[in-house]
C-alpha cells in the first residue's frame, strides 16, 4: 500500500497530497514529527487566526509613576494574529500599561489594522511608506546596498533596519511567535530602567556563521546562544556603516544565511555589558508537555515547536485570559 492510500486511510488526505509533491525535506519533516501533527497543527493555525479576530481588547489602564519603555513588533499579513495573540499575553501578564508599536513590514492589510487598533486602543503603528522614507533617509541605498537588498530578500533584517534606522533611543523588539504565561520580571525590570543590551538564551548558537568569522569581524568575543526573540538595543549606538561592512563580508565569505540578522545581533553587543533573561524563565523552542502544561515565564515556539504552539499554546494562554468570540 502507497504512503498516500496509508494517508487517505487515515483521514489525511491532503496534508498527504501537500507533502507528495514536496521535496526531500519535507518529508523528513513528516517522518520526524508527523503528519498528524503538522496537519493538526495547520487547522490549529487557521482556528488561531480566526480567535484573534475575537480576542477581548486589552483596556484595563495601570498608574504608572514612571512609563515604562514601548514593545515593538515588526508584523505584516502573515502574522497579524500571532503578534496580537503575543501582545496580549505579555499585557495581561504584566499588568502594566505598557505601549505597543508595530511596525509595519510592507504587507498589512486594512483589515488587520483594523483588529490591531481594536484589540491594541492606543497601539502605535507605523505604516510601510513611511517606514520605507525613513529607512532610505537613515540608510541611503547607495551608500548600504547590501543592507538594502537584503530587507528586500531577507526581511528578517528589517527587525534592524526598520525598527532603528533613523530613530533614537532604546527599544525592545518581541518576535511574534511567542506567548506569556507569568508576570515578565526580567522584562519589566528593563523596560522601566533600560541601560543595556537585553536578550534571550537559545537552545543552542544559531547564527549560521563561523565564530571565527564573527569575532573576527566584531573584534571581541562573540556571545554564546543569543536569541532575538525579545532584544533590546539602543537605536542610535547601532553602526550601520559596521552591519554593511560585516553582512558584504560575511556573504562573500560564508554565503546567504536564514541567521543573518542574529549573527548581526550578537556582533553588536559583542563584549558590551547585558541583561541576559533566565533560559528556565525564557524558554526557546519548548517541549510539547511544557507547552500544554506551562511553567516557563515566556515561549519562543521556533523550529518543531512551532506544531504545539498552533496545537495547543495559544488555546492555553486563552484559558487564563478569556476568549469572548468562544
Given at each position: ?13 491532503p496534508v498527504a497530497r501537500h507533502v507528495w509533491h ?224 560585516w553582512s558584504a563580508t560575511m556573504m562573500k565569505r ?73
Open positions: 500500500m502507497s504512503f498516500r492510500d496509508v494517508a487517505r486511510k487515515l483521514g489525511l488526505g514536496t521535496p526531500k525535506k519535507a518529508m523528513e519533516r513528516v517522518a520526524k514529527e508527523g503528519a498528524g501533527a503538522i496537519a493538526g497543527a495547520r487547522l490549529g493555525r487557521e482556528e488561531m487566526e480566526q480567535a484573534a479576530g475575537r480576542i477581548k481588547p486589552v483596556t484595563k489602564e495601570y498608574d504608572e509613576p514612571k512609563m515604562p519603555t514601548e514593545v515593538t513588533f515588526l508584523t505584516g499579513r502573515n502574522f497579524w494574529y500571532q503578534t496580537i495573540f503575543c501582545a496580549v499575553s505579555m499585557l495581561h501578564h504584566a499588568r502594566r500599561s505598557i505601549g505597543i508599536t508595530i511596525v509595519d513590514d510592507g504587507t498589512l492589510e486594512e483589515q488587520q489594522i483594523h483588529q490591531f487598533k481594536r484589540v491594541l486602543p492606543k497601539v502605535r503603528l507605523h505604516m510601510g511608506e513611511a517606514v520605507e522614507a525613513r529607512v532610505d533617509k537613515a540608510l541611503p541605498p547607495e551608500k548600504f546596498p547590501v543592507l538594502h537588498e537584503r530587507r528586500i530578500n531577507y526581511p528578517h533584517i528589517r527587525k534592524l533596519t526598520d525598527v532603528h534606522a533613523g530613530t533614537t533611543g532604546w527599544k525592545v523588539v518581541l518576535d511574534s511567535d511567542m506567548l506569556f504565561f507569568r508576570r515578565p520580571g526580567v522584562l519589566l525590570e528593563w523596560l522601566y530602567d533600560p541601560c543595556q543590551p537585553l536578550h534571550m538564551l537559545d537552545s543552542a548558537d544559531s547564527y549560521g556563521y563561523s565564530d571565527e568569522l564573527m569575532s573576527e569581524l566584531a573584534e571581541a568575543e562573540i556571545p554564546h546562544r543569543l536569541n532575538v526573540g525579545m532584544i533590546g538595543l539602543k537605536s542610535e549606538s547601532i553602526d550601520w556603516e559596521k552591519l554593511e561592512s560564508e554565503g546567504a544565511h536564514y541567521y543573518l540578522e542574529q549573527a548581526l545581533t550578537a556582533m553588536l553587543v559583542a563584549g558590551e555589558e547585558r541583561m541576559v533573561a533566565p533560559l528556565d524563565e525564557y524558554l526557546v523552542l519548548p517541549e510539547e508537555e511544557e507547552v500544554r502544561h506551562p511553567s516557563a515565564v515566556l515561549h519562543h515556539y521556533v523550529a518543531e515547536s512551532k506544531n504545539s504552539y498552533f496545537r495547543f499554546g495559544w488555546r492555553r494562554f486563552l484559558e487564563d485570559y478569556g476568549d469572548d468570540g468562544a
